[in-house]
């Protein structure tokens, strides 16, 4: 079955450090992995993506991820954590199975970061 | 990108009523979908909604209680009906035009039923 894990409920980190959110995945066949963050009240805004090439994929608002077949991991990283990242987090994968082309995003239970001042 | 709007932002509607949902993006997209998300929780997909043909509803959702219309490339409604408290929620569109699964989302309607 394909799925999407997000381990950590919370991850606090003090601004200024680095920041990892992690993500693994379970998927048939090449992994579209994506990651978006939601704001209190808002809806889920897009940050990155990894279809092909590079593991290392740059994102939005110096958002990071690194792509580990090996480990089938898709972590999220930030080398210094703002207290405006504070947010949930959501990694998804494209639905390879999906009917009919849909591609439907399968998402994860979504991590919490807290950044401290 | 794709920029999405919905009406209403959020809504308190009393049980046995219904509610449509609608969601306009600026530019044409081939797909819609219509998820539900418990405050803090993840998402849940309704149903994906494509023009000219039926929405494709996941397992435990049903049209009859949440009809969508898809009238064109632009624009989708999703309709809560008959509501109860536990369909009190955050309702979010989403739309994609990738065939890599790449979709942009709407702010959200949060519905409260009373």
């Known amino acids: 079955a394909q799925s999407v894990a997000q381990p950590e409920d919370q991850v606090n980190v003090a601004e200024g450090n680095p920041l990892t959110v992690k993500c693994t995945y379970s998927?048939?066949?090449?992994?579209?992995l994506f990651w978006y963050v939601q704001y209190p009240n808002r809806g889920l805004q897009f940050l990155l993506k990894?279809?092909?090439?590079?593991?290392l994929v740059k994102g939005s608002y110096g958002f990071e991820a690194e792509f580990n077949k090996s480990q089938t991991s898709f972590h999220l990283k930030k080398p210094s954590a703002l207290v405006s990242d504070s947010a949930l987090y959501f990694c998804?994968?494209?639905?390879?199975?999906?009917?009919?082309?849909?591609?439907?995003?399968?998402f994860g239970a979504g991590t919490r970061l807290a950044v401290h001042p | 990108s794709a920029v999405i709007s919905q009406k209403p932002s959020r809504d308190i509607c009393q049980r046995g009523t219904s509610l449509t949902i609608q969601c306009q993006v600026d530019?044409?997209?081939?797909?819609m979908f219509w998820y539900r998300q418990q405050p803090g929780q993840s998402l849940t997909l309704i149903a994906t909604?494509?023009?000219?043909?039926?929405?494709?509803?996941e397992s435990g959702f049903v049209i009859d209680k949440f009809p969508i219309s898809r009238p064109n490339l632009t624009f989708s409604t999703l309709t809560v009906s008959n509501m109860s408290p536990e369909d009190s929620s955050i309702y979010l569109c989403?739309?994609?035009?990738?065939?890599?699964?790449?979709?942009?989302f709407g702010p959200g309607t949060r519905l409260t039923v009373t």
């Open positions: 989403s739309a994609s035009n990738r065939g890599n699964g790449e979709q942009y």
């Open positions: 998927v048939s066949g090449n992994p579209y």
């Open positions: 990894y279809i092909t090439g590079d593991n």
């Open positions: 998804a994968v494209r639905d390879a199975l999906s009917a009919g082309g849909y591609n439907k995003l399968i």
């Open positions: 530019s044409q997209v081939t797909m």
């Open positions: 909604a494509n023009q000219g043909s039926e929405a494709t509803y």
